[in-house]
């Protein structure tokens, strides 16, 4: 199982980036998907969820109305869009598998988001 993040940098407020994730390892059309997020002293916390074929989306509060997550079956490809950034959105931001099986526990390197002017 492999999950690679990438897409972050450094954006002023209110401007957007897109993450994205690339798996490998597994058969990820059969697996829903997650987003998390990390700062520094703080334990992860969930951003986004997308159900396998992209049916269903579930958001954390904090970014709802602002981030679309969405994925690519095909190319084995998690997205997350993210628009009107704020500053408390800075943090490393991880993709993970949506199942409780060990085969899935390890983290990826994560993508720093940083958000400053």
């Known amino acids: 199982v492999r999950l690679v993040e990438s897409g972050g940098g450094l954006v002023q407020p209110g401007g957007s980036l897109e993450l994205s994730c690339a798996a490998s390892?597994?058969?990820?059309?059969?697996?829903?998907m997650k987003w998390y997020r990390q700062t520094p002293g703080e334990e992860r916390n969930l951003v986004a969820i997308?159900?396998?074929?992209?049916?269903?989306?579930t958001y954390a509060d904090s970014v709802k109305g602002r981030f679309t997550i969405s994925r690519d079956n095909a190319k084995n490809m998690l997205y997350l869009q993210m628009h009107r950034l704020k500053p408390e959105d800075t943090a490393v931001y991880y993709c993970?598998?949506?199942?409780?099986?060990?085969?899935?526990?390890?983290w990826g390197q994560g993508t720093q988001v940083t958000v400053s002017s």
């Open positions: 993970r598998v949506n199942s409780s099986s060990s085969a899935f526990a390890s």
């Open positions: 997308i159900s396998r074929d992209s049916d269903s989306t």
């Open positions: 390892g597994f058969l990820f059309r059969l697996y829903g």
